[in-house]
């Protein structure tokens, strides 16, 4: 009596609530994370780049709390080429975010983000980097903060070379 009540119980979970409980576990162990796409790249005839994407950081401390002040100081003068003062001027003011360098290339700050310091708070954003400046503006175009071309191939080729949205699933 026993083993009909239990095969009947797995009946009712496996074959009648299917349904149900499969969508309770997933809602509990899948997770969905949204994704943007970046911009398209944009190539001349011999493959340079035209117009790319490039990520920037910026460094920034919050003096509030606790941080590494001889040593940020001293790494960021040597990195960037300022006098100790430019640095130690910035951090002598109270707030929670003193921002040292922003808009740092990748390429430029890679020893940084290697490196930690008490303190220090790196953040990024994508921008558009187009390498040729003004020499072919008229031709490639730009693309306004939002990622939507304004001008020349940007705007032309806007639906093409927009990133799309995707998801991946945990």
Known sequence: FLILIVCIRLFFIHV?????????VNSLLIKIQKLKGERGLIFDRNGSY????????????????????EKIVKFFSEEFNHPKSFYLTKLNKKSNGIILEKNIPSFN????????????T???KTIRNYPYKE?????????NDK?????GVESFYNNSLEGGNGEKTF
């Open 50 to 69: 035209l117009a790319r994407n490039i990520k920037v950081y910026t460094f920034i401390v919050d003096t509030e709390n606790k941080y590494d002040s």
């Open 109 to 120: 700050c890679k020893s940084i983000l290697d490196s930690s310091f008490v303190g220090l």
């Open 16 to 24: 009648i609530n299917n349904d149900l409980y499969t969508n309770e």
């Open 122 to 124: 790196k953040s990024y």
């Open 135 to 143: 020499l072919a503006a008229q031709v490639v175009g730009y693309s």
């Open 147 to 151: 990622n939507i071309g304004v001008s």
